[in-house]
């Protein structure tokens, strides 16, 4: 069954639960153990973001080929999860969506290798969608800039200096486009015209900044334990996320005695950090950047052509703003 926020839209909560059993199924690997753990991952309740968002943007084409539409929203989803298990592994985090995760399990290296795995069932997938050099291209130059994404935040790992324009670099290649990539898809296998297909990459950007936004929030806010998300383990390990980086333009000072301890930084230091982003405003002001791409990306759906999805894909970008489902 899939996570309760689709029972709103009930023909995507269709189509995500074709998809459930297909993504299983192309999972096949000789090593059993590491199998039953992706597997355990994919069925833990994961909200499936990626593809809904796909499957809405594909009804504003004509073309709705149920195979090649499922493998595309298979595409995303396991790109998504291979990114999860290498992120895991750069986090040292025990557990996702409440399954051990596999490097704690089975150690970093094989972590690595399930990841790279998936992106190879990931292209698989793709191939499945189309072979036009250039769509397969894009694909490949997608998966570059996520991974640079998420490489690029080393230089900035401890800097008190980062800026909003750092922070929202580094989201853009990590986080939004992955979203940019699921919204624009959706409209390039329905066999949109270039117009949506080019506004259908504008909205996922937007929603994926915003998106990414409120997940660091949760950090701040007292909802990470709520959320089963580890609690500041982006401060620990020397990621200055917005809610932070607003903070610290309010008073920096305030913050330097704590964050100059870089990897000695206490527990007790950590909830200093904590309470002081809060204190000065950074958690209202990140919230309030969410609402303004929020508002955007509603703003960009509205340039949409006139189809019943609209309704849906407005309702579904507000439900973005609630991270307490």
């Known amino acids: 069954m899939v996570h309760k926020i689709w029972q709103q839209f009930p023909q995507v909560e269709q ?14 690997l000789p090593n059993q153990s590491i199998q039953r753990q992706i597997v355990a991952l994919l069925q833990s309740g994961g909200k499936l973001l990626r593809p809904g968002f796909f499957y809405l943007f594909s009804e504003f084409g004509d073309q709705h080929d149920a195979t090649t539409l499922r493998a595309g929203a298979a595409a995303l989803e396991l790109l998504h999860v291979a990114t999860l298990i290498h992120d895991d592994v750069i986090d040292h985090s025990p557990l996702r969506r409440g399954v051990t995760t596999i490097h704690t399990l089975y150690g970093s290296r094989n972590a690595i290798y399930a990841g790279d795995y998936l992106f190879t069932i990931y292209f698989n997938e793709v191939l499945k969608t189309t072979h036009d050099l250039a769509e397969l291209q894009l694909n490949i130059d997608s998966m570059r800039t996520i991974l640079i994404g998420e490489l690029e935040q080393m230089k900035l790992n401890y800097q008190c200096n980062v800026s909003e324009e750092d922070y929202f670099r580094e989201i853009s290649g990590k986080t939004a486009t992955l979203f940019w990539l699921s919204c624009r898809q959706g409209a390039v296998l329905s066999q949109c015209d270039t117009g949506v297909v080019e506004l259908a990459g504008k909205i996922g950007m937007t929603i994926g900044k915003a998106f990414q936004i409120l997940d660091d929030i949760l950090d701040y806010d007292g909802q990470s334990q709520k959320m089963q998300k580890p609690v500041l383990e982006d401060l620990k390990e020397g990621v200055y996320s917005l809610p932070l980086i607003l903070a610290m333009k309010n008073d920096g000072d305030a913050f330097k005695p704590y964050l100059n301890k870089k990897t000695a930084m206490t527990v007790t230091d950590v909830q200093t950090v904590q309470r002081l982003v809060v204190q000065h405003q950074g958690v209202n002001q990140a919230r309030n950047r969410a609402s303004e791409l929020t508002q955007q ?6 340039q949409l052509p006139e189809h019943p999805v609209k309704t849906d894909l407005k309702a579904l970008t507000k439900l973005l703003l609630k991270r307490d489902e």
């Open 15 to 28: 189509q995500l639960d074709q998809l459930q059993p297909y993504l299983l199924a192309a999972v096949k």
């Open 297 to 302: 990306a509603l703003s960009l759906i509205d």
